[in-house]
């Protein structure tokens, strides 16, 4: 195997390259630790010459002890420990690059069942490559002294880097992990890779292999989807492998949403979620939104689109008030107004939504409830919905001052509910 130091010295961003020599120093220095290596994502994207971000490092021997040893030279605090042999060093202000270090013990992963969590056992740097998802992810640089930039490429990962290919390491590793079926497109288009005939097969077969996936696996592989520079490539790719239709019969992306993505005029997540989701029927939503059992941003989002869908008509009406304007979209989670701006027709309706998107929605009575109560009002629900009345008055026009504000309140209000004062 190649060696690749003057990759590790000299063409590694200097945070890295500070990262690498304390791991050659330390490795040196642990009796329990056997051998040190960086690997998977950022051994990858040396080799192609693209900046890696966080680091990944695989122990032989006490992970634990060297991870402690390592977030201590760097001024990091204790590293947090996972149940599978993984420590995680949090840099915060330590480093302009990399923000976070994981430090695994090698280690053999079983999978009791398919898409279940896996069971570990440590074990050699060879077995730990191997349990990775593709094979460009599966190589380790030796950062120990003794074998310094000592490439360890099992699976012949550098040969697919060469062939510009993403290939799976085994027949079963979609059942073992259905995730891996996202992560293929992600890194494929990323990359600007093609996807191995065979892995491809692959993934139509493991297709079904979805339903076992949680809805928060589910929601953490479709964020990291939408958050990649290159999503709308990765949505067309995802839904002409049948990814989308996976996760839920309905789940489709119109042209026009990914020409808005596209265009990049928002990156908010919020707003590519209802992007994502916009034009979906009231019963497509609420399938998608029940499969990604999401909190309440993601059901109220996806929900969102056919609700607003059902209520816009009636804004295409000339003689609609401000008021009624508010009334119909106050319920309504801004990020699926937005998407209606962006992808839906150009209709009045449109103008409305901007209106309240960019007015009518921060526009407020000048009067308060402490006003009201002063004035005379006991105190109770009505004042709230006094205030709302008062609202609705200020944005038609009919009130215009704080004084007509609170003539308006008493007005509406029998001679009983008024203390005398």
Same mark, same amino acid.
């Given at each position: 195997?190649?060696?690749?130091?003057?990759?590790?010295?000299?063409?590694?961003?200097?945070?890295?390259?500070?990262?690498?020599?304390?791991?050659?120093?330390?490795?040196?220095?642990?009796?329990?630790?056997?051998?040190?290596?960086?690997?998977?994502?950022?051994?990858?994207?040396?080799?192609?010459?693209?900046?890696?971000?966080?680091?990944?490092?695989?122990?032989?021997?006490?992970?634990?002890?060297?991870?402690?040893?390592?977030?201590?030279?760097?001024?990091?605090?204790?590293?947090?420990?996972?149940?599978?042999?993984?420590?995680?060093?949090?840099?915060?202000?330590?480093?302009?690059?990399?923000?976070?270090?994981?430090?695994?013990?090698?280690?053999?992963?079983?999978?009791?069942?398919?898409?279940?969590?896996?069971?570990?056992?440590?074990?050699?740097?060879?077995?730990?490559?191997?349990?990775?998802?593709?094979?460009?992810?599966?190589?380790?640089?030796?950062?120990?002294?003794?074998?310094?930039?000592?490439?360890?490429?099992?699976?012949?990962?550098?040969?697919?880097?060469?062939?510009?290919?993403?290939?799976?390491?085994?027949?079963?590793?979609?059942?073992?992990?259905?995730?891996?079926?996202?992560?293929?497109?992600?890194?494929?288009?990323?990359?600007?890779?093609?996807?191995?005939?065979?892995?491809?097969?692959?993934?139509?077969?493991?297709?079904?292999?979805?339903?076992?996936?949680?809805?928060?696996?589910?929601?953490?592989?479709?964020?990291?989807?939408?958050?990649?520079?290159?999503?709308?490539?990765?949505?067309?790719?995802?839904?002409?492998?049948?990814?989308?239709?996976?996760?839920?019969? *309905?789940?489709?992306?119109?042209?026009?949403?990914?020409?808005?993505?596209?265009?990049?005029?928002?990156?908010?997540?919020?707003?590519?979620?209802?992007?994502?989701?916009?034009?979906?029927?009231?019963?497509?939503?609420?399938?998608?939104?029940?499969?990604?059992?999401?909190?309440?941003?993601?059901?109220?989002?996806?929900? *969102?689109?056919?609700?607003?869908?059902?209520?816009?008509?009636?804004?295409?009406?000339?003689?609609?008030?401000?008021?009624?304007?508010?009334?119909?979209?106050?319920?309504?989670?801004?990020?699926?107004?937005?998407?209606?701006?962006?992808?839906?027709?150009?209709?009045?309706?449109?103008?409305?939504?901007?209106?309240?998107?960019?007015?009518?929605?921060?526009?407020?009575?000048?009067?308060?409830?402490?006003?009201?109560?002063?004035?005379?009002?006991?105190?109770?629900?009505?004042?709230?919905?006094?205030?709302?009345?008062?609202?609705?008055?200020?944005?038609?026009?009919?009130?215009?001052?704080?004084?007509?504000?609170?003539?308006?309140?008493?007005?509406?209000?029998?001679?009983?509910?008024?203390?005398?004062?």
């Amino acid at each position: 195997m190649p060696n690749l130091a003057q990759l590790l010295s000299t063409k590694s961003p200097v945070e890295h390259q500070q990262i690498f020599n304390l791991c050659r120093e330390l490795s040196e220095t642990i009796a329990q630790v056997e051998s040190v290596y960086v690997v998977g994502g950022v051994v990858r994207d040396l080799i192609l010459g693209r900046e890696p971000v966080d680091a990944d490092i695989s122990v032989v021997g006490d992970a634990g002890a060297f991870s402690g040893a390592l977030a201590g030279r760097l001024g990091a605090a204790r590293p947090t420990e996972s149940e599978f042999l993984t420590f995680k060093i949090t840099l915060g202000n330590t480093s302009e690059g990399a923000t976070s270090i994981d430090v695994v013990t090698a280690r053999a992963e079983t999978y009791p069942e398919p898409a279940a969590l896996p069971d570990v056992v440590p074990s050699s740097i060879k077995d730990d490559l191997e349990r990775r998802d593709f094979t460009v992810n599966s190589m380790g640089i030796s950062l120990s002294d003794s074998d310094w930039g000592n490439l360890v490429d099992p699976m012949n990962g550098l040969g697919d880097i060469m062939r510009k290919r993403i290939r799976v390491l085994h027949d079963a590793s979609f059942a073992d992990d259905p995730t891996r079926l996202f992560r293929a497109v992600r890194y494929a288009v990323r990359l600007d890779f093609s996807i191995d005939s065979t892995t491809k097969s692959l993934i139509d077969d493991s297709l079904g292999k979805v339903d076992r996936l949680s809805g928060a696996r589910l929601r953490n592989e479709f964020e990291l989807m939408l958050g990649e520079p290159k999503r709308v490539e990765i949505l067309h790719e995802a839904e002409d492998l049948g990814l989308l239709a996976a996760i839920s019969p *309905g789940l489709r992306i119109g042209s026009r949403s990914l020409e808005v993505m596209e265009s990049g005029a928002s990156t908010r997540f919020e707003d590519l979620l209802a992007l994502s989701t916009f034009g979906l029927t009231q019963d497509e939503a609420e399938q998608v939104a029940k499969r990604f059992d999401g909190p309440e941003m993601w059901t109220k989002t996806i929900r *969102g689109n056919p609700e607003l869908a059902d209520l816009v008509a009636v804004l295409d009406r000339s003689d609609i008030r401000r008021s009624e304007v508010a009334e119909i979209l106050d319920s309504v989670p801004l990020q699926s107004i937005r998407a209606y701006i962006a992808a839906g027709p150009p209709l009045p309706r449109r103008d409305r939504m901007i209106e309240y998107i960019d007015k009518i929605r921060f526009e407020r009575p000048e009067i308060t409830g402490d006003d009201l109560i002063a004035a005379g009002i006991e105190e109770g629900p009505v004042i709230g919905q006094l205030i709302d009345i008062v609202r609705r008055a200020r944005l038609d026009g009919q009130v215009k001052t704080k004084q007509e504000e609170l003539d308006l309140a008493k007005s509406r209000l029998p001679g009983f509910l008024i203390n005398p004062s």
